[in-house]
């Protein structure tokens, strides 16, 4: 009898472990973001953010609001004061990043590697780098990786991304870095990638190129990343259909193709990190915005992570800037309405 029981215990034992081998794992929800990395200073200069009714708000509120759920903040060197191209010091980005944690939102770290503004018109080394040799370099970007997700850690914050260098088409940290030398690149790539994991192995490595509807151009990437081995976990676009001087709609199909095909070839996840639509078109930068969505959610096995508004709150008015998502009166635009659906 007991020989029956015990049988009996075993064969319930190994039916419920293996019932529970095929409960699905629960699946990170779909991130809906914005890039906010002027909010700082749109602050100290006294810009104010409204709600509908006029009312006082917090910018990330009012973003949360609109349905985001995660927040994108660029790393400078050691930049300057300037209320348009300098700040986001680690320190400015330690401050922010707690702000977007205790709203509940999700964070990203986009390293530039530079002093100011690295995309693909310029990647300028940092003047403090600016004479060191190529091995001194690996070592800049891994220690200063490493140092500012190290704070953040610190402070209580684990970003679930990191962008290693920010639109990099050409290379990054120029000329070493250039995609002239894809040996030397992919080398200052894996040592951003190396800086991120000695942190946290979780976190997400991003590596970021402008351009999402060019599908040649992320192949000719891409291919060359691999060959030199470099490592990440995230492809990371932007789209920008304004750039291209092109409506989304002769696009987007473009880019939803490039996404899928993306992941199905290097066997990555996939995010737009970077979106913007004229201010002033809030219907068409609407339905930009749905469509974008709507293509990333549609790669295959989930693989598509989610969508970034690039500075939404970066009002012209503040920044200069026409593709933001903010109104003259202070309040968050329509088109945001997307991120809602």
């Known amino acids: ?96 990043a707690l702000r977007a944690q205790k709203l509940g939102m999700r964070v990203m770290i986009d390293f530039h590697y530079s002093d100011s503004w690295a995309d693909p018109a310029k990647q300028f080394k940092p003047k403090a780098w600016e004479n060191h040799s190529f091995p001194e370099l690996l070592n800049d970007v891994y220690n200063h990786t490493f140092e500012v997700i190290s704070a953040l850690k610190k402070a209580g914050i684990t ?73 990440y976990d995230v492809i990371g676009l932007s789209f920008y259909p304004y750039w291209i001087k092109k409506d989304y709609t002769e696009v987007i199909k473009d880019l939803e193709e490039n996404l899928t095909e993306l992941s199905k070839k290097y066997n990555k996840e996939v995010m737009v990190v970077e979106v913007g639509g004229e201010d002033y078109k809030i219907e068409n930068t609407k339905e930009l915005l749905s469509a974008t969505i709507k293509a990333v959610k549609s790669v295959p096995d989930n693989k598509g992570l989610g969508v970034f508004y690039w500075e939404p709150q970066g009002a012209k008015s503040w920044s200069g800037y026409g593709l933001s998502a903010w109104q003259e009166n202070g309040q968050p635009s329509p088109a945001l309405d997307a991120f809602k659906e």
């Open 1 to 96: 009898m007991k020989k029956a029981l015990s049988l009996l215990i075993l064969i319930f034992v190994f039916s419920s472990c293996n019932k529970g081998s095929n409960i699905p794992k629960e699946e990170t929800p779909f991130a809906k973001g914005a890039d906010v990395s002027w909010l700082p200073q749109m602050e100290a200069t006294g810009y104010k953010f409204y709600d509908k009714n006029g009312n006082e708000k917090d910018c990330l509120q009012l973003l949360k609001d609109k349905g985001m759920d995660a927040i994108r903040l660029r790393v400078f060197v050691n930049p300057n004061d300037d209320k348009a191209s300098g700040h986001c010091s680690k320190e400015e980005t330690v401050a922010m």
């Open 159 to 231: 970003p679930e991304w990191v962008q290693v260098g920010n639109e990099i088409p050409g290379g990054m940290l120029w000329p070493e870095g250039s995609t002239k030398n894809w040996k030397q690149l992919g080398q200052l790539l894996n040592k951003g990638y190396d800086g991120v994991k000695a942190v946290d192995k979780n976190i997400k490595v991003i590596v970021h190129v402008d351009e999402g509807n060019n599908k040649e151009k992320f192949n000719d990437f891409f291919d060359n990343a691999t060959q030199q081995k470099v490592r």
